[in-house]
Nanobody, 124 residues
């Protein structure tokens, strides 16, 4: 059982930056690809970014490409999401998730474990 705890959310003005962190415990971190998803009020949970177990491969949603960067520190069992040039439409609850797989997936149903989420609000 993997336990994930997100942190780093908050209120930021448009064009600002935030860095989200997700700390994992209870499993072997390098057994998992990691992903970030987000859910805005009244919308489906959507893929944001994902990274392979080694950090050597990553994928991004088109809406965040060039603005967000996913990374991981396997020594600290932590995955990060650096968010720059934030827009009001980035406002959502952000979730990290763990997928016991070698490849990187954009599909939420491939992920085995989820955190509780952290709120990100971008004001215009």
């Amino acid at each position: 059982q993997v336990h994930l705890v997100e942190s780093g959310g908050g209120l930021v003005q448009a064009r600002g930056s935030l860095r989200l962190s997700c700390a994992a415990s209870g499993g072997t971190f390098t057994n998992y690809a990691m992903g970030w998803f987000r859910q805005a009020p009244g919308k489906e949970r959507e893929f944001v970014a994902a990274i392979s177990w080694s950090g050597g491969s990553s994928v991004y949603a088109d809406s965040v490409k060039g603005r967000f960067t996913i990374s991981r520190d396997n020594a600290k069992n932590t995955v990060y999401l650096q968010m720059n040039s934030l827009k009001p439409e980035d406002t959502a609850v952000y979730y990290c998730a763990a997928d016991r797989a070698v490849w990187v997936s954009e599909r939420r149903y491939d992920y085995d474990y989820w955190g509780q989420g952290t709120q990100v609000t971008v004001s215009s």
